[in-house]
């Protein structure tokens, strides 16, 4: 079993993650701007102990950061699926400072805070994965998504950065298995034992993975299709289960971080 941390975990892409989550046997650690809506959508599951909900609004995060490591601890975070956010259908010059810093503190200073936590947090031999959901407006900056798209591609940005600052110098592998660790045993030759180890370690996979995903438009409340429609753009969404799934991939995949991965079918033309 393993346990999530998941932002945005009451709606749209957040709750589907949650919901694969607890689906699998999974525990959910899920912070929660409405407790209220938690327990509404995950009531069962939270007196099961297997959906936990901290309390946090995540637009302003000064004290972000010291939650985490007072409430994240008892825990020991395995993943974790940045899904929280807003979005804004408006030019950046239409929009102001307070706005502005909203759409950052949602989505990208939560997330720095939060993966800041969880490196401290993480025991020495503690596989740890995160994945942020990005948007296929952050590469084309779209001026429809204004300062939306500027946080977006902020995540991607951060997300190469973290990765440069754990894996560029000295990558950090996986253990190996106890299979692994008796191969390499049974090998009288001590050069042999040696190159046979590190090949093998090199092929376990990355310990500590950051990557995103950056999904073209998805069917979820945060879209506002009559401004999408005023601006003559024609609406193809991406199913929500196959975003999900992407996730997971992604999530799982022990020899990609760094990344930003780009789902998209042609969304809007």
Do not use: W
């Not at 749209?12 to 809506?37: H, M, P, S, T, Y």
């Not at 901290?54 to 825990?75: F, G, T, V």
């Amino acid at each position: 079993m393993k346990t999530v941390l998941i932002t945005g975990a009451t709606s749209g892409i957040g709750e589907a993650c949650a919901r694969q989550c607890l689906a699998q046997g999974d525990r959910v650690v899920a912070i929660c701007r409405n407790l209220d809506k938690a327990r509404d959508k995950f009531g069962a599951e939270i007196e099961a102990g297997r959906f936990v909900p901290l309390h946090y609004d995540l637009s302003c995060n000064d004290q972000l950061y010291k939650l985490c490591m007072d409430e994240l601890k008892p825990y020991s975070i395995d993943r974790f699926i940045h899904c929280a956010g807003i979005t804004l259908m408006q030019k950046v010059t239409s929009t102001s400072h307070d706005v502005m810093l909203k759409m950052f503190e949602t989505h990208v200073f939560s997330l720095t805070e939060i993966v800041r936590a969880l490196l401290r947090l993480r025991k020495s031999e503690q596989e740890l994965s995160m994945l942020a959901l990005s948007s296929m407006s952050s590469p084309g900056l779209t001026c429809i998504g204004g300062a939306y798209s500027m946080a977006k591609a902020s995540i991607d940005y951060y997300v190469r950065l973290i990765n440069k600052q754990l894996n560029a110098t000295s990558r950090k592998y996986l253990p190996l298995t106890p299979e692994q660790l008796a191969a390499v045993d049974a090998l009288e030759d001590e050069a042999q034992k040696e190159f046979v180890r590190t090949k093998a370690q090199a092929q376990s996979g990355l310990m500590v993975r950051i990557n995103s995903l950056a999904p073209n438009l998805i069917d979820t409340p945060m879209i506002n299709y009559d401004f999408l429609q005023s601006q003559g753009l024609n609406v193809h969404l991406i199913p929500m289960d196959v975003v999900v799934q992407e996730v997971f991939n992604l999530l799982e995949n022990k020899y990609v971080s760094g990344k930003t991965m780009v789902l998209d079918i042609g969304a809007i033309d």
